[in-house]
């Protein structure tokens, strides 16, 4: 597979979402919306995407991180004062981890292949090349990207200013 369909994967192209145009467009009120019987705010979904390239990163760069001993410690309390500028904070480190992964995603051949020790649950060790690392946190990223349609969508808010499918 081609370095750009992994840094294209990653800013949302083919059959993805962009997950920065899903969130760059709508106010800190509304990524702090929680919504009845649904666990996560727009905010919350974007700061635990945050969590997880981070930790993926760190790994990468052979800085491997103890892993969560709960899933909830991935996951942030929600904004206790959602302000607009805690909110532009957010999606900026969200937009600069995305663009770290895609440096990463158009490395060369070597690099993608280059192995490097992921901690999972229990701080057990595995091996998985680069790619397979940046596969996992596109995955990652898209499903949650899902759910920040979702939840605009709910909203009234879809789609984004920059576009998105409507169907």
Request: net charge negative.
């Given at each position: 597979?081609?370095?750009?369909?992994?840094?294209?994967?990653?800013?949302?192209?083919?059959?993805?979402?962009?997950?920065?145009?899903?969130?760059?467009?709508?106010?800190?009120?509304?990524?702090?919306r929680r919504?009845?019987?649904?666990?996560?705010?727009?905010?919350?979904?974007?700061?635990?995407?945050?969590?997880?390239?981070?930790?993926?990163?760190?790994?990468?760069?052979?800085?491997?991180?103890?892993?969560?001993?709960?899933?909830?410690?991935?996951?942030?309390?929600?904004?206790?004062?959602?302000?607009?500028?805690?909110?532009?904070?957010?999606?900026?480190?969200?937009?600069?981890?995305?663009?770290?992964?895609?440096?990463?995603?158009?490395?060369?051949?070597?690099?993608?292949?280059?192995?490097?020790v992921k901690?999972?649950?229990?701080?057990?060790?595995?091996?998985?090349?680069?790619?397979?690392?940046?596969?996992?946190?596109?995955?990652?990223?898209?499903?949650?990207?899902?759910?920040?349609?979702?939840?605009?969508?709910?909203?009234?808010?879809?789609?984004?200013?920059?576009?998105?499918?409507?169907?």
């Amino acid at each position: 597979m081609a370095e750009t369909t992994l840094s294209g994967l990653i800013h949302g192209k083919a059959a993805h979402a962009d997950p920065v145009a899903c969130v760059e467009d709508i106010s800190a009120e509304l990524a702090a919306r929680r919504v009845s019987g649904y666990p996560h705010s727009i905010w919350q979904l974007v700061l635990h995407m945050n969590y997880w390239m981070d930790y993926d990163l760190r790994s990468i760069s052979g800085d491997a991180a103890p892993y969560p001993e709960h899933a909830s410690e991935s996951w942030p309390d929600h904004p206790q004062q959602p302000n607009e500028a805690d909110w532009r904070k957010t999606t900026a480190q969200f937009r600069e981890l995305l663009a770290q992964l895609a440096v990463v995603a158009e490395s060369d051949t070597a690099k993608l292949d280059r192995i490097s020790v992921k901690i999972g649950p229990g701080n057990s060790r595995r091996q998985c090349s680069v790619r397979a690392v940046l596969f996992e946190i596109i995955a990652h990223n898209s499903y949650h990207t899902g759910q920040i349609a979702l939840l605009r969508r709910q909203a009234g808010a879809w789609p984004p200013e920059r576009g998105g499918d409507t169907w």
